[in-house]
């Protein structure tokens, strides 16, 4: 199995930054892609943005230019980096991992997920 642990959400102003991290711990084989998602209030779950295991990035066009995803494959660990926040990226951020185990064959793991609050 896989756990996710995610940090860095809080409360910031308009304009302002944030950046998530997310820990995968377990018997980890190999970490295909990882990714940010985000969840509205009374909404699906949407993509923010999600990098493969060779570094190539996607993006969703709502936060294109602003958010920056990156990854630190010695430390199993991906970031998003968020700048000029506004009001609408107020969410909850989950991220997620394409894994495979020592155990068990190719699977998909969530985090708990981690408030953000865009707000003055």
């Known amino acids: 199995q896989v756990q996710l642990v995610e940090s860095g959400g809080g409360l910031v102003q308009p304009g302002g930054s944030l950046r998530l991290s997310c820990a995968a711990s377990?018997?980890?084989?190999?970490?295909?892609?990882m990714g940010w998602y985000r969840q509205f209030l009374g909404k699906e779950r949407e993509l923010v943005a999600t990098i493969t295991d060779g570094g190539n990035t996607n993006y969703a066009d709502s936060i294109q230019g602003r958010f920056t995803i990156s990854r630190d494959n010695a430390k199993n660990m991906v970031y998003l980096q968020m700048n000029s926040l506004k009001p609408e990226d107020t969410a909850v951020y989950y991220c997620?991992?394409?894994?495979?185990?020592?155990?068990?064959?190719?699977?998909?793991?969530w985090g708990q997920g981690t408030q953000v609050t865009v707000s003055s």
């Open positions: 377990g018997s980890i084989f190999h970490l295909y892609v």
């Open positions: 997620n991992v394409v894994a495979v185990t020592t155990t068990l064959g190719r699977r998909n793991y």
